[in-house]
T-cell receptor, first 116, second 114 residues
Framework: GNSVTQMEGPVTLSEEAFLTINCTYT??????LFWYVQYPGEGLQLLLK?????DKGSNKGFEATYRKETTSFHLEKGSVQVSDSAVYFC???????????????FGKGTKLSVIP | GAGVSQSPSNKVTEKGKDVELRCDPI?????LYWYRQSLGQGLEFLIY????????KSGLPSDRFSAERTGGSVSTLTIQRTQQEDSAVYLC????????????FGPGTRLTVL
């Protein structure tokens, strides 16, 4: 079956530090990959996505590259801000999972805290 | 425009009672998903609707859980004879179609079973 493994947190960084959150996946088909973010007290929001190998998703200074050879989709940001403090979820959607429903399979989430 | 809405935002119930959770998807979105977010299990898929039909119920944890969708819009998730392990945040998401990948999530319903 499909699964997503992401680095466990919590992660605490100083403002302007470099961020990497590792994510690897297992899928039976050719998944699309996503990073979702959950800010304190808010719902899940799509941060970025990549739908095929070697695609790079980017948004708000965050980037992740779909690496099929290493089955990875690591999230990076060059300079984090206090406002980036949130929980980040790596996820995949595979049309071969569950009657082609494109359901999302999520990692456990990584809590990021950025301190001034 | 309006996003996905869910009600109630919080629900506290006693063990053994039935509960209904409601989801209003974004207008025009044909695909609707229910997920559950709990401390021990993370985010888990429960059920998926395409229009009013549910071709994928594989994530429902037991026969106490059921869901329906009417008019291709509002969906209700019903949990019968609630147990303490049902305590979680129940999230609803919708997308324009199953082929378009972005799922838009609602704020969730926090269910607490005493």
């Amino acid at each position: 079956g499909n699964s997503v493994t992401q680095m466990e947190g919590p992660v605490t960084l100083s403002e302007e530090a470099f961020l990497t959150i590792n994510c690897t996946y297992t899928a039976t088909g050719y998944p699309s990959l996503f990073w979702y973010v959950q800010y304190p007290g808010e719902g899940l929001q799509l941060l970025l996505k990549a739908t095929k190998a070697d695609d790079k998703g980017s948004n708000k200074g965050f980037e992740a590259t779909y690496r099929k050879e290493t089955t990875s989709f690591h999230l990076e940001k060059g300079s984090v801000q206090v406002s980036d403090s949130a929980v980040y979820f790596c996820a995949l959607s595979d049309r071969h999972s569950g009657a082609g429903s494109y359901q999302l399979t999520f990692g456990k989430g990584t809590k990021l805290s950025v301190i001034p | 425009g309006a996003g996905v809405s869910q009600s109630p935002s919080n629900k506290v119930t006693e063990k053994g009672k039935d509960v209904e959770l409601r989801c209003d998807p974004i207008s025009g979105h044909t695909a609707l998903y229910w997920y559950r977010q709990s401390l021990g299990q993370g985010l888990e898929f429960l059920i998926y609707f395409q229009g009013n039909s549910a071709p994928d119920k594989s994530g429902l944890p037991s026969d106490r859980f059921s869901a329906e969708r009417t008019g291709g819009s509002v969906s209700t998730l019903t949990i019968q004879r609630t147990q303490q392990e049902d305590s979680a945040v129940y999230l609803c998401a919708s997308s324009f179609s199953i082929e378009l990948y972005e799922q838009f999530f609602g704020p969730g319903t926090r269910l607490t079973v005493l």
